[in-house]
């Protein structure tokens, strides 16, 4: 059996970009289509074709990582970095979702925008984005993740301000190309202490050093983790640099699925997890790491429940659900956080992509408020959609629930203050999702006759990617069943874990008795099922509408801040915006303008002055030239007389 090399995986959706950048325009639809689609079809084949056997490896016992070396790439003095791809559990699974889900989110995207402008151009960029990512999750070393790392980054600007006539996209786009600037920096400056510290950024070297010898790095842990961190919170939208992915919502809605789903935003948290050995060595960075985890949780979750653009309440959850995972790898609990990487793949996509069959059967509209009814018109946007929703508020089968209490479950053993507040998280995430569905699909239509008349289901090119997308929300969890009904039972953990290596000093994930696990599945049972109840009490039957308006009523500053996002934008705006605005009108008047500008428009105008004053002298008359030179000459002697005595 011949099987592909690895840099097969990204270099074909590299020749989609290529090909729709530079003759997508000129040959039209249907090569775009399928160029673009058939790229990352083909390269989805060539991942599992080399998945397969590498998992069936795995699960028999030989859990070691693959790693191709195609060359030299860089030699200076002490620095020395290959050009390597690797296949190791942590980056197969991360290959696995990435190229499935991104497949998919590009099926649908042919149907969603074949009537936009720009259509070559979307799949161009869209294919970068694929390289970028599947660059970053193959990479063998630090320096090659930052690429990928740096190629999602720019890929996302060029992608949230594709339509960027409209100044709202334009300005999202630039608002999250800066904001990942900040926590690119501190990425970069942790690279740097990696290299400083270990003389090498090689995965394979540096991973193992750690866990070898670990109170010899134990003192550079913290720098190296908190440095990372920063650019974690940056691409995975923690606070506080949270602020670009609400914004994004600005780009087209199958963009948004990629972003927040399978791509971009899931690359924070693979760093994470990747080097899970220099953070465990550090409880400083461990407890950084779930504070910041578990605040973003809360923070998500509550600006969600008052949001009423459809994509705006799907942003809010990713910020949330991110939080979660960085709270499990805060806890310890690395390989919980992956695990809901892979659930949230499967139901983030489907809900971005099913709000994406609502948009498109609405003619744009993406306030719920304008909505209802929808069930009866698109069917089988509703039933995956009620998918998703599940998947997302932990009702249990659905996937979303095994990885959400499995993190709740590592937070209480570690954290029992960070339990609670990931618990009222999840409550509020039951909340404000069932909020979304009852007022998209419930009830009777708010929108407009016209709107009315043109209600239809989408095409199947949108409705494939959704059904197999909630198919996978309801059963992808089954392979990490709770621990309590046995080790071998939970095939994720038996994957994943030799990634997460013993090691002496280091912070290791703790266990919890059956009998409190029970109880801790039961608690997270009812925050799902709360949820759904007050969801329910509060927008559906005769009293719709009723509680939420005395509530609003009753606590307006609540709503009102919970509304504007709890004024982060603002406060930004006075600590960030507004100061160096100030400083940047001082340099521009003051400095520039009166210093810079002002000393070489005097010296031009010295120039000038000194140009009109020896213009005089200049007669043409050889008379007052000769008398000019003869006073010099009797200057010039009186000088050197005057200077002799």
């Given at each position: ?326 709270l499990a790898c805060g806890v310890g609990a690395f390989v919980a956080g992956m695990f809901h990487v892979l659930t949230h793949s499967f139901f983030k996509a489907l809900l971005f992509l099913g709000s994406g069959s609502v948009i498109h059967a609405m003619g744009g509209e993406q306030d719920i408020r304008k909505m209802g009814g929808l069930r009866r018109k698109l069917p089988t946007t509703w039933w995956t959609f009620v998918c998703g929703t599940l998947a997302i508020a932990g009702i249990p089968i659905w996937a ?246």
């Amino acid at each position: 059996m011949v099987i592909a090399p690895l840099w097969l995986v990204p270099a074909l959706p590299l020749a989609g970009f290529l090909l729709c950048g530079l003759l997508g325009r000129r040959l039209g639809k249907p090569f775009v289509t399928s160029v673009g689609v058939g790229s990352v079809g083909v390269a989805t084949l060539a991942a599992f074709a080399r998945l397969v056997p590498y998992v069936a490896r795995v699960f028999s016992g030989d859990s070691s990582a693959v790693v191709e070396r195609y060359g030299s790439w860089i030699r200076a003095g002490d620095v020395a970095v290959d050009f390597a791809f690797r296949l190791d559990p942590l980056s197969a699974l991360m290959l696995s979702f990435v190229t499935f889900v991104g497949f998919l989110i590009h099926v649908y995207s042919a149907g969603y925008m074949h009537e936009q402008e720009g259509y070559w151009r979307y799949f161009a960029f869209l294919n970068l984005f694929m390289f970028s990512m599947l660059t970053l999750v193959l990479a063998n070393n630090f320096l090659l993740l930052f690429v990928g790392w740096e190629g999602v980054g720019l890929c996302s600007y060029l992608l949230i301000a594709f339509d960027y006539e409209k100044e709202s996209s334009a300005r999202a786009g630039r608002k999250a190309f800066l904001t990942n600037r900040v926590g690119d920096f501190g990425f970069l400056i942790g690279v740097f202490l990696v290299q400083a510290v270990f003389g090498t950024l090689e995965f394979d070297r540096v991973l193992p050093a750690v866990a070898a010898d670990p109170a010899r790095y134990a003192p550079a842990a913290t720098a190296i983790a908190l440095c990372l961190f920063v650019g974690a919170c940056g691409k995975s939208a923690q606070l506080p640099l949270s602020v670009w992915l609400p914004d994004a919502m600005a780009g087209p809605t199958p963009v948004s699925a990629l972003i927040h789903a399978a791509t971009m935003v899931t690359a924070g948290v693979y760093v994470v997890t990747r080097a899970n050995v220099i953070f465990r060595l550090s409880p400083a960075a461990m407890i950084v790491v779930a504070i910041v985890g578990a605040a973003t949780a809360l923070f998500g979750a509550i600006v969600g429940t008052s949001q009423n653009d459809i994509k705006k309440v799907l942003a809010y959850s990713t910020v949330s659900q991110l939080g979660y995972m960085f709270l499990a790898c805060g806890v310890g609990a690395f390989v919980a956080g992956m695990f809901h990487v892979l659930t949230h793949s499967f139901f983030k996509a489907l809900l971005f992509l099913g709000s994406g069959s609502v948009i498109h059967a609405m003619g744009g509209e993406q306030d719920i408020r304008k909505m209802g009814g929808l069930r009866r018109k698109l069917p089988t946007t509703w039933w995956t959609f009620v998918c998703g929703t599940l998947a997302i508020a932990g009702i249990p089968i659905w996937a979303g629930f095994f990885s959400k209490d499995e993190i709740l479950g590592a937070a209480f053993a570690r954290h029992p203050a960070l339990w609670l507040v990931g618990w009222g998280s999840a409550l509020l995430t039951s909340f404000y999702m069932f909020r979304l569905l009852i007022r998209t699909f419930a009830g009777e239509f708010r929108g407009t006759q016209e709107q009315a008349h043109h209600l239809h289901e989408s095409p199947r090119s949108m409705i494939v990617p959704l059904v197999v997308l909630a198919v996978l929300s309801t059963v992808g969890g089954l392979i990490g069943l709770p621990r309590l009904l046995g080790e071998k039972l939970n095939l994720f953990h038996r994957f994943l874990d030799p990634i997460v290596p013993a090691m002496s000093g280091a912070i290791e994930m703790r266990e919890t008795s059956p009998r409190l696990e029970l109880v801790l599945i039961a608690a997270s049972i009812a925050a799902a099922l709360g949820g759904w109840m007050l969801a329910r009490a509060a927008y559906l039957g005769p009293r719709a509408g009723r509680i939420p308006e005395r509530f609003t009523a009753a606590f307006p500053a609540l709503y009102r801040a919970a509304e504007r996002k709890l004024y982060l934008d603002e406060i930004y705006e006075a600590i960030l915006y507004r100061p160096f605005r100030a400083i940047s009108r001082f340099l521009w008047k003051a400095v520039d303008v009166l210093v810079i500008d002002g000393s070489i428009n005097a010296a031009a105008f010295m120039v000038e002055l000194s140009g009109d004053l020896l213009r005089f002298f200049t007669t043409g008359n050889l008379r007052n030239y000769a008398l000019t030179f003869l006073l010099g000459i009797a200057a010039l002697f009186g000088f050197v007389v005057m200077r002799g005595w």
